[in-house]
């Protein structure tokens, strides 16, 4: 079946055994390939990315000042931006929204921007700040932001007391955008960089500057499933393969990486087809079967502790906080595509004894169950008397 979100259950759960084998970090660097020489660099600043997804305009921010620092006033090459850990870059057919921007080895922000217009065309931001992004106004038509591409953007219907509205992008190619953040923050902090924004790869022989570190990955693997993290989780993807096989990571590599990690699970994998680390995908193809066979196995593993509390607990956390219903004795990840609805996870019997469970529906309407989760959870928490 089809399994949507589901796929994080195997996406995370890989990568808390592969971390467990060899120490994963998703730090981003920020280093140069000249010399510095009275406040001079000779050579071009990068910013290499490793697949952190939550890198945010701060971390940037504090990275500059660690520049300034070091004496640097002026960059006489450009700002290289280098997401070279991950490939597949055109294979991403993705829904529109800021859930849905495309996984990157770079970005800033879960790979989106927000523009925000406050007073009329006097005040307008965007988040995080970029000085090569766009905006052009129209007095007619409705009130709206119209996103353009990754740096060009509408607005129509302003007026000088228009209301305060804020609206959030995906960007199709977010390491870009990074660089275009970091060289904002430079400028403003009054280094001259005389060449352009340009994406590359960091030479074998660089000099580092500041490391950003990431979360720890625990954290992140917290937020991919308690939120259902989209961006997150196609980054946990690409890099597990990247890992196992060598960069660049791609879907194929990705998908080899987890078919071996079930495999060493003693989970058969051969008809299990992974087209994503997201679940967005309708191409994914997962039994239920094979999602109680991961649930289960992996109870075993030192890490188990740190994935079952990444599940929310209905009426608690995530994804199931607003549902309705209060059971602290569930943890359990949505699934939901158009004719798709899953639900899966653990009940924790009187006993104390976990129940894995999986619930996987794929039929015409079938993502309308959503309504009914109240019922199907309340028809589950029964496994707990049993």
Known sequence: LVPASLVKLFVTAAILDLDAKEK?????IIAHDGIVSAGKLQGSLYLKGMGNAFLSEDDLRLAVEKLISKGISEITGGIVADDSLFGDKEQWNRYYGSAYSNPSALGLDMHTVSLIVSGGSSDIKFDPPNEAAKVHLKSHGR??????????????????????IKKRFPLKDPAIYAAGTLRTFLNERGIEIRGTTSRGKLPPQYTEIARIKSKDLRDIIRDTNNHSLNVAADNLFLLLGAKRYGPPGTIEKGSLALKEFLNNL???SEDI???DGSGLSPLNRISSNHVVNLLTKISEKPWFNSFYESLPRPG?????????????????KTGQLDDVYCLAGYIEKKNGIKVAFSYMVNVPGADLLWKESVKILTLLSGVMDE
Do not use: C, P, W
Not at 24 to 28: A, K, N, Q, V, W
Not at 317 to 332: D, F, Q, V
């Open 24 to 28: 994963i970090s998703l730090d981003t």
């Open 143 to 164: 009130y709206q932001i119209r996103q353009i591409d990754d740096l060009t953007y509408e607005i129509s219907g302003i007026t000088a007391g228009s209301a305060e």
């Open 266 to 268: 003693g989970i058969a």
């Open 273 to 275: 087809v992974f087209a």
């Open 316 to 332: 608690l956390e995530g994804t199931l906080k607003e549902i309705g219903y209060i059971n602290s004795h569930i943890r359990a």
